[in-house]
């Protein structure tokens, strides 16, 4: 099972909003509903941010916010704070003898 | 609280064997299912292994099969990894997490991790 295709980096300034795109195939994102996204701090676990495409844990900030169009999901950070500055990793439950994968992982920078 | 404590891990040659653990409090452990998941040096993260909470139904990624075992013991809440066979490509930091439900990938509860280096 390969893993999922994330762009390396994302940029924002400030207060805008940014995008994170995840890409799989119709094995896992395409046809299941079991997507989650985690934020890493460096040298830190990582935290679940959303799950099950578009639902929020208890606690975590509705800046955040899940989506899903065919074989790709998308993770949106709104009023982007410095604070979120950190890798963030996709994840899908897929239909492989494995039953979960991860994606390659994306960079965030706050400007 | 709810939380998860990786031990366990540190050096050991390659085709050695090692064995981590990961201590449950705060919740009922035999309930979920748990996960180990390892991220190598500067890399990103790749699910290892899950067990299921009820049947101990057991899932390995192909790049541990037969030569990792996870297991539980829910009367101790804790999870383990038996590792052996082990490859330098195997140095990782392993983190154990709690999934919210099966078979959902939602893992909500992670430990801190604990290292493990392969190398002579």
């Known amino acids: 099972q390969s893993a999922l295709t994330q762009p390396a980096s994302v940029s924002g300034s400030p207060g805008q909003s940014i995008t994170i795109s995840c890409t799989g195939t119709s094995s896992d994102i395409g046809n299941y509903n079991y997507v989650s996204w985690y934020q890493q701090h460096p040298g830190k676990a990582p935290k679940l941010m959303i799950y099950d495409v578009s639902n929020r844990p208890s606690g975590v900030s509705n800046r955040f916010s899940g989506s899903k169009s065919g074989n790709t999901a998308s993770l949106t950070i709104s009023g982007l704070q410095a604070e979120d500055e950190a890798d963030y990793y996709c994840?899908?439950?897929?239909?492989?003898?494995?039953?979960?994968?991860f994606g390659t992982g994306t960079e965030v920078t706050v400007l | 609280e709810v939380q998860l404590v990786e031990s366990g891990g540190g050096l050991v040659r390659p085709g050695g064997s090692l064995r981590l653990s990961c201590a449950a409090s705060g919740f009922i452990f035999s309930s979920y299912a748990m996960s180990w998941v390892r991220q190598a040096p500067g890399k990103g993260l790749e699910w290892v292994s899950s067990?299921?909470?009820?049947?101990?139904?057991?899932y390995y990624a192909d790049s541990v099969k037969g030569r990792f075992t996870i297991s539980r013991d829910n009367s101790r809440n804790t999870l383990y990894v038996q590792m052996s066979s082990l490859r330098a490509e195997d140095t990782a930091i392993y983190y154990c997490?709690?999934?919210?439900?099966?078979?959902?990938?939602?893992?909500?509860?992670w430990g801190q991790g604990t290292m493990v280096t392969v190398s002579s």
């Open positions: 067990i299921t909470g009820g049947d101990d139904t057991t």
């Open positions: 997490a709690k999934g919210r439900y099966w078979p959902s990938n939602a893992f909500d509860i």
């Open positions: 994840s899908s439950y897929t239909s492989s003898s494995t039953p979960y994968v």
